[in-house]
């Protein structure tokens, strides 16, 4: 099993910034794929950006140039910076891990952008 815990979600103006952690426990061991989705009020779940084993990462088209996916092996930690936020980006946001073919997902942290 792999936990994963979101945090640093809240509230901002538009064009501030948030940065998203997630903190991975458990067989964190063989995860080669991780990512952050977002869900806004009646909408279905988006990927937002992905990065896998060897780096590289991927982005929605709404977010290219704004938001920056990363990770601290280290720290079984990964993070989403996101920048120049706008009231659209308003979601819950989704801590995603893919272990062996087996899909994890986090509790979710609320992003609210005001405008």
């Known amino acids: 099993q792999v936990q994963l815990v979101e945090s640093g979600g809240g509230l901002v103006q538009a064009g501030g910034s948030l940065r998203l952690s997630c903190a991975a426990s458990?067989?964190?061991?063989?995860?080669?794929?991780m990512g952050w989705y977002r869900q806004a009020p009646e909408k279905q779940r988006e990927l937002v950006a992905t990065?896998?084993?060897?780096?590289?990462?991927n982005y929605a088209d709404s977010v290219k140039g704004r938001f920056a996916i990363s990770r601290d092996n280290a720290k079984n930690t990964l993070y989403l910076q996101m920048n120049n936020l706008k009231p659209e980006d308003t979601a819950v946001y989704y801590c995603?891990?893919?272990?062996?073919?087996?899909?994890?997902w986090g509790q979710g942290t609320h992003v609210t952008v005001s405008s």
């Open positions: 458990g067989n964190i061991a063989g995860i080669t794929f």
């Open positions: 990065i896998i084993g060897d780096g590289n990462t």
């Open positions: 995603n891990a893919v272990r062996f073919l087996q899909n994890y």
